[in-house]
């Protein structure tokens, strides 16, 4: 399809394993988001690329939390010693254009789950 | 900080009624409001948003309220059907600040 494209789908890690989250946005797309959604909250931002730039990484919990899109395409969100807290459903977001207020699409997300 | 709430974690509503979801939000900074919807095992997807210069915004069944002075927007389904019951997240973003902010969401059933 399309659509934004994320993997794996499922991930489940061990205390301390270092994890790696793909997302493929949609083509041709300049914005890029990464959000985390934990069970029974509302998405939130952690980091936003424009092309290859990352412009705002304020949302990142930790500097266990690193993202990078090296040629403006494909994203990962490389989390380092996983913690438990670090469990949720990681959503990658694309938008066509700089902005992402005029309504961005998401990916199906990736479940992270740190036992 | 929870920025932008909604208050309601369910609604049950039945097909061919009107289902109202709303938000509240703190941040008078907030100058463009959207909301998305979220089937099980997908990601959200856009339904509708509104600028703060306007008091409505009306999509086909879906039709947007903000109300600035009280900090709250509403979400009106009219007629509600079988299709629309999802999660439905408010989202609140303050100029051109990429940080959108989201509600935990209202899950929303309408009955047959």
């Known amino acids: 399809g399309a659509g934004v494209s994320q993997s794996p789908r499922y991930k489940v890690a061990k205390r301390g394993q270092d994890v790696a989250l793909r997302c493929d946005p949609i083509?041709?797309?300049?914005?890029l988001f990464w959000y985390q959604q934990a069970l029974g909250q509302g998405p939130e931002f952690l980091t936003y690329?424009?092309?290859?730039?990352?412009?705002?990484k304020s949302g990142l919990p930790s500097d266990r939390f690193f993202a990078e899109r090296p040629e403006g395409s494909v994203s990962t969100l490389k989390i380092q010693r996983t913690q438990q807290e670090d469990s949720a459903v990681y959503l990658c977001?694309?938008?066509?254009?700089?902005?992402?207020?005029?309504?961005?699409?998401f990916g199906p997300g990736t479940r992270l789950t740190v036992l | 900080d929870q920025q932008v709430k909604q208050n309601s974690p369910s609604l049950s509503v039945q097909e061919g009624r009107i289902s109202i979801l709303n938000c509240d939000y703190t941040?008078?900074?907030?100058?463009?409001f959207l909301w998305y919807k979220k089937y099980p095992a997908e990601g959200p997807t856009f339904l509708i948003s509104?600028?703060?210069?306007?008091d409505k915004n009306e999509d086909g069944r879906f039709t947007v309220f903000l109300n600035k002075s009280a900090k709250h927007l509403s979400l009106h389904i009219v007629p509600s059907q079988p299709g629309d019951s999802a999660v439905y997240f408010c989202?609140?973003?303050?100029?051109?600040?990429?940080?959108?902010?989201f509600g935990a969401g209202t899950r929303l059933t309408v009955k047959p």
């Open positions: 690329f424009q092309n290859e730039a990352q412009l705002d």
């Open positions: 509104i600028s703060s210069i306007k």
């Open positions: 941040n008078s900074m907030f100058d463009y």
């Open positions: 083509s041709g797309h300049v914005s």
């Open positions: 977001a694309s938008s066509l254009v700089s902005s992402g207020r005029l309504g961005v699409f």
């Open positions: 989202a609140a973003s303050a100029g051109y600040n990429n940080d959108m902010r």
